[in-house]
């Protein structure tokens, strides 16, 4: 059975109003679609991360012992965020609306959450750097993989041009959403209230509504994620199926991730490396896949990163 996604969570909890705007906002949006969801009670728990499997032999001649080995493991602090979309309308222009006011403050809700699940992705790969995340939202998978060891470099040099591609393995006890207060998920009601202009010094009627959600990331196997970095436009830097191979040939034997997450260039320049060096020489189709693992497209993934990144 397929572990509960985002859109699962919300109908789960009987959010019928958020569950259906998050249908339609996140069939854009492959990390919420693809990846688990879970709830806990809180905002917080602590959980051990794998951070190395046990080496050693376990053989051993006959009245003598063998070492003991272990594997190893780290304590993190897994945690949820305030996350509270909010929008504003001056009352005047919602009530002059072809369809009526709940006409469009229902095609603002939209538009609101699909906002907020652009956020909410680009969160899940860049986590707390301040240019490409949110410093006051949960870590993302920038600062949870093992930058040393789970990493491809394609070379980039050109600044300010680089993209990423991110092998990811899901399951409850590697990498999963989490959502603190139970799975919280609320669209408030619209309300009424006198909101100061751009000026700041005169006053006017808004129709006012919000989202509340506590959502978080956990990545309980630093083995579990990997990431080609430095991709850009430059001759040889470009995204190769042999870069993708280098990159599946970081996870341990046994694992194999779930998807390929790229940008809609790393796409083409995939697609392209594969046109130049086919039998026929003809234009490939855009790749589905890449050695049997399924490529998400995304926008969320940026393609001006910076090479320090």
């Known amino acids: 059975m397929a572990n509960p996604n985002l859109l699962d969570i919300a109908k789960l909890n009987g959010s019928d109003a958020v569950a259906g705007l998050i249908d339609e906002a996140a069939k854009a949006h492959p990390e919420v679609l693809i990846a688990p969801s879970r709830t806990i009670k809180g905002l917080n728990y602590k959980t051990l991360v794998r951070t190395a499997v ?3 032999s376990s053989f051993r001649s006959a009245n003598e012992g063998v070492a003991n080995v272990k594997g190893t493991y780290e304590n993190r602090l897994v945690e949820t965020y305030i996350f509270n979309p909010r929008w504003q309308c001056d009352k005047a222009i919602a009530d002059r609306y072809e369809d009526g006011a709940e ?3 229902s095609l603002e809700a939209s ?3 699909e906002g907020a699940m652009q956020d909410i992705c680009k969160q899940f790969y860049y986590g707390t750097n301040a240019t490409f995340g949110n410093a006051d939202g949960f870590p993302g998978l920038l600062q949870a993989y093992d930058s040393t060891n789970m990493v491809v470099d394609a070379g980039g040099t050109s600044d300010s041009t680089a993209s990423s591609v991110w092998a990811v393995k899901f399951s409850p006890k590697d990498l999963t959403w989490v959502w603190g207060n139970a799975g919280e998920m609320t669209m408030e009601d619209p ?3 006198s909101v100061l202009d751009s000026g700041g010094s005169n006053s006017y009627t808004a129709y006012i509504q919000e989202l509340l959600a506590y959502p978080g990331l956990q990545v309980g196997n630093i083995m579990t994620v990997a990431r080609i970095k430095k991709i850009t436009a430059e001759s040889g ?3 190769t ?4 191979s280098d990159l599946l040939s970081k996870f341990p034997a046994g694992i194999v991730p779930d998807a390929l997450f790229m940008s809609r260039r790393s ?3 995939l697609q392209q490396s594969r046109t130049a060096t086919n039998a026929t020489g003809a234009p490939a189709p855009f790749p589905s896949e890449a050695f049997g693992v399924p490529i998400a497209v995304t926008d969320a ?3 001006v990163e910076t090479l320090t990144l």
């Open 54 to 56: 046990p080496t050693g």
């Open 241 to 244: 199926d042999d870069m993708i």
């Open 103 to 105: 006409a469009f403050i």
């Open 237 to 239: 830097k470009t995204l």
């Open 301 to 303: 993934i940026s393609e």
């Open 191 to 193: 309300r009424l209230e």
């Open 267 to 269: 796409l083409k320049q």
């Open 111 to 113: 538009a609101i959450l």
